[in-house]
């Protein structure tokens, strides 16, 4: 087991410097949007344009294609060898440029009624903005698939930094679009920024991709074992993948109609909330998933129960602190971010406050993240898919309820609770499955050092006048943290002092 766990750890500690990079460069972005459009209806209406083909990104691109492909690849690799496996790749490769070269077109004539739907609450101007900025970001959605299809692939070979850097690429050329081009154009150089960083993402894998001896070739069999075994799984997964992004629709639907600018709170919570998750949750995830396959074929189903608990017990780890820490410094966060420009008082107070109850169920989304791709492992998409659908019911009821008792932040309460129950029903199936990873120790182990570091991040929110001091006293607590976990014989500790002190000393 502690090959296990220091295998996915020094994968995924690679992939989360990869991915710590985009998401401060994200952040970064975010701070220039809040700067530039604060929380207008402006910002609202890009939001929405984005929405549309970055909901076909995590639907059919990063999602069900990705999650699918893993799985079937790795067989191809080990199983028939290098060739197979590219030949695979270059069939659907060819298959997502049929498939994408409907879907856009579709995409435009379908603009003016998927804009009604999406935000009923847009004034008349707004919804004419949205469509416009919609028309140049719906092709974002080709490069991001073809991107996501090739950071499989480069996963599977144990490449994680380059697809957790790649996304960097689209970051940077919003910044660019939006500080260059904002006087002549506004609103629309985000747009543009974006369709061009989503090129710039696929390409930049793609060198990388060569360098393993890939090379394209025209091909396509619909009939190829396959090719029909990835679009087997896709169709419950997309199901499944489709039913969390309708509860993300429900949050931006019920944002439009709370207030102007409920949309723009939302995200800029949501961006801050998703560093914690993207560098450790999804890393972690990523990576399990290509080990998690390999230890199906091998084993069956019993065979992903080390890799499994291995992946939860480091993700909790780090999850633990960034929460405590995001929960005590939402405001600090939130203000030293986005608190200037456009952005209102009352954009800071929605803001922080969405953050800090999206804070609360951080180390529920975490799990979740990584649990999901045991049963992708285990080629089973069909039961997230139904636990999915209970859960969205679930999560819209709770945000007709905390929307109106907290306003736009409640729709974050909303979603924290949804993850818990997810959460829950996920582990509960795999028990009943016979699959075990024993966390409850774990947890109690835990409970000292995350207490010493709720306490000195206490402290130092409440005694230190000077705010950036007060946060670093708080994220140096993490040393002590580390430090009695390791006393207490938690093994975790003892792989993360390995992984990221020892390399200084020895070097």
Known sequence: MNMDRRGIFSGALLMMIGTFISRLLGLLRESIMAFLFGASPQYDAFLI??????????????GALSSSFVPVFNEYLLKDGKDEAWKLLNMLLNLILLLFGFIIPLGYSL???????????????????CISLSKITLPFILFISLAALTMGVLNSFGNFFVP?????????????????????????????????GGAFQWLFQLFWLRNLGWRYKIVLDLNHKGVREIGAMMVPLTFSLAINQIQNLVDKIIAS???????????????????PLGVFAVSFSTVALPLLSK???????KGLEETLSSALRLALFVVIPASIFILIYSPALVSLL?????????????????????SLGLAFSALTHISLRAFYALKDTKTPALIGFWVVILNAVLNLIFGKLFGPPGLALATSFASAVNLFLLWRTLRLRGIYFGLHKFLSSLALPSLIFLSISLFSFNFLSNIWVSMLLSLLSFIPYVIISRILG??????????????????
Request: proline share 4%; hydrophobic share 50%.
């Open 257 to 275: 109609l709370l207030s102007p600018g409920g949309i723009s709170v939302i995200n800029y919570a949501f961006r801050l909330y998703q560093l």
């Open 164 to 196: 957790g850097v790649a996304s960097g690429f689209f970051n940077i050329s919003i910044i660019i679009f939006a500080l260059l081009f904002y006087k002549s154009f506004g609103i629309y150089a985000v747009a543009l920024g974006t369709t061009i």
């Open 49 to 62: 344009a984005f929405l549309v083909p970055n909901l076909l990104r995590q639907l059919l691109a990063e």
């Open 490 to 507: 938690i093994e975790e500790a003892n792989i993360f002092i390995e992984r990221i002190f020892l390399p200084f000393r020895r070097s």
């Open 111 to 129: 603009l003016p009624y998927l804009v009604k739907i999406l935000a009923p609450g847009f004034s008349r101007d707004t919804y004419e903005l």
């Open 295 to 301: 230890d199906v074929l091998r084993d069956g189903s």
């Open 338 to 358: 986005f608190y200037r420009g456009a952005f209102s008082e009352w954009a800071f107070e929605n803001t922080y406050r969405a953050l800090m109850f999206y």
